[in-house]
């Protein structure tokens, strides 16, 4: 049930309220109540009187809308669902029942529509009583004495109406060319010998040929078969233009157009398809869904640019084209990116697996065990190479992120040459220490501080000392001898230092 917030005020049995007449007489219900001159059961009366009805109008608006009335301050909500529920009781203004409502009442008055939402009234008489009263249109008809004047007139036309000029002044005989129609009856017949263009009057002719070969003008399949030779043929003529269709028996059927006073023999059939005579493949030029050859390039949502014996595929530059015998080749946007030859299968640039820098090649059939050949890496590894079985991993080579590369092979390794090997297995008490290593061999080489020798005559010195080279050798007239030379020390890094 619809709740109602809006209740009666002061109702109780002994309620503070002042009486009925006390109330009437109350100098105060003109004025209303000044300042300190009315009493609480004065005040509890005007509430009252007041919260009565509207208490009572919000519960037959909640009860008969169906909707809540709440003490929101809702004004407009509240119009609408007392409108709702006024709508239960009461019927909306109407105009054409205005109209009605307005006219005087008086006997033997029957109103009636003058217009939109206006009526008058007229006389009702005594013969318009009577018709009213009647039960059925003939009842109607026989109190005005009109039943044999109506059974006489029955499909009569006024004798001044003609029909192709044919006065209707008794029976009179109508063919279908009277009315502008066509016979339903056939107007000729076609047999051997004859000809299908001997059909020059609108409207059904019979075929009935035994032997088709003997009527030249017979409609004929594209392969050069005749039609069924029984049927019908219907004709139609629209000022000098002639068309014949003709309908077989068994459903296939054809026609022609021609211009001139008659038909002619030479005008071509039209063969229409139909479930009874349905086309190949090769009759529409398409292929058959069994196979077939097309003599062409194929384009499947685009135009083909390859050219010669290929297809594309949404780009009219990538796709597949046979390029020589038994030789294959992929385009992607008109670059060759891969040749299949017999034998052998060629890609022209990188092969990448995947989008994330990742490949996999898998090989299951050429070894006794599955094999996969890994690229991969990751943060910590930016490229690793890996090689397993179902058995394990073999080995691996990985790049680190200070660019150092690591090799780590899953078992033993047995090269081929031991050329860079001292021994193929060194025990302890066989081999240097990396002390010992470092003093065998040179790790550096520099040259050392230049040397001035003094003359030991024109000719300079000897040689330089064992261990150093000649760096320099200039003319210096200032010298008795005229001539200077400078050398220096070969130094060599060995172990932890710089000898000489």
């Known amino acids: 049930m619809a709740k109602n917030d809006f209740k009666p005020f002061a109702t109780g049995k002994g309620a503070n309220v002042t009486s009925q007449p006390d109330w009437e007489a109350l ?6 109540f000044t300042a300190g001159k009315a009493s609480s059961a004065q005040v509890n009366k005007a509430l009252r009187q007041a919260s009565f009805i509207a208490a009572a109008l919000a519960q037959y608006t909640a009860s008969k809308s169906g909707k809540d009335v709440l003490d929101d301050g809702d004004l407009s909500g509240f119009i609408a669902k007392m409108s709702a529920a006024f709508g239960k ?14 006219l005087a009442t008086g006997a033997d008055k029957l109103p009636y529509f003058t217009g939109n939402d206006t009526a008058g009234q007229t006389d009702l008489t005594s013969v318009g009583r009577d018709i009213i009263g009647k039960a059925s249109i003939a009842d109607i008809l026989t109190y005005l004495g009109l039943g044999e004047t109506i059974n006489l007139a029955k499909n009569a036309v006024p004798a001044t109406r003609r029909v192709n000029s044919k006065p209707l002044t008794g029976d009179i005989t109508l063919w279908a060319s009277d009315v502008g129609a066509i016979s339903a009856d056939a107007v000729g017949e076609i047999t051997d010998n004859g000809t299908m263009a001997s059909a020059n009057a609108p409207g059904w002719w019979k075929v009935a040929v035994s032997n088709s070969d003997t009527v030249v003008d017979f409609p004929t399949y594209p392969g050069g078969s005749k039609l069924y030779s029984y049927g019908y043929l219907f004709v139609e003529k629209i000022g000098d233009v002639w068309f014949q269709h003709y309908y077989a028996h068994i459903g296939a059927n054809a026609k022609r157009q021609d211009w001139g006073t008659v038909p002619n023999t030479s005008r071509p059939w039209v063969i229409d398809y139909n479930t009874a005579n349905k086309p190949s493949a090769s ?13 062409g390039p194929l384009s499947i949502g685009t135009d ?32 060759h990116t891969v040749r299949v030859a017999p034998g052998e299968m060629q890609v022209l640039g990188a092969i990448r697996a995947g989008d994330a820098k990742r490949m996999t090649m898998t090989s299951s059939n050429n070894s006794v065990l599955n094999a996969q050949f890994h690229l991969w890496g990751d943060g910590n590894r930016p490229t690793v190479i890996e090689l397993d079985d179902d058995q394990g991993w073999h080995l691996y080579s990985q790049r680190n992120t200070d660019g150092s590369i690591q090799f780590v092979v899953n078992g033993q390794v047995i090269p081929d040459n031991y050329g860079n090997f001292d021994a193929r297995y060194l025990t302890s008490g066989n081999v240097y220490t990396k002390g010992e290593s470092d003093n065998r061999y040179v790790q550096n080489i520099q040259r050392g501080a230049p040397v001035w020798p003094g003359k030991v005559d024109e000719y300079g010195p000897a040689e330089a000392p064992a261990g150093c080279f000649l760096t320099q050798a200039r003319h210096d007239p200032t010298t008795a001898y005229g001539v200077t030379f400078a050398y220096r020390p070969l130094q060599m890094w060995v172990g932890n230092g710089w000898r000489t």
């Open 27 to 32: 100098p105060a219900l003109l004025s209303g």
């Open 89 to 102: 009781d009461f019927q909306t203004l109407d105009a054409t029942l205005t109209a009605l409502a307005g």
């Open 283 to 295: 009759d529409v030029g398409a292929l058959p869904i069994t196979g077939g050859r097309l003599n």
């Open 304 to 335: 083909n640019a390859l050219g010669g014996n290929s297809i594309v595929l949404g780009d009219n530059d990538t796709g597949f084209k046979q390029n020589g015998d038994g030789i294959l080749d992929t385009f992607a946007n008109s670059q």
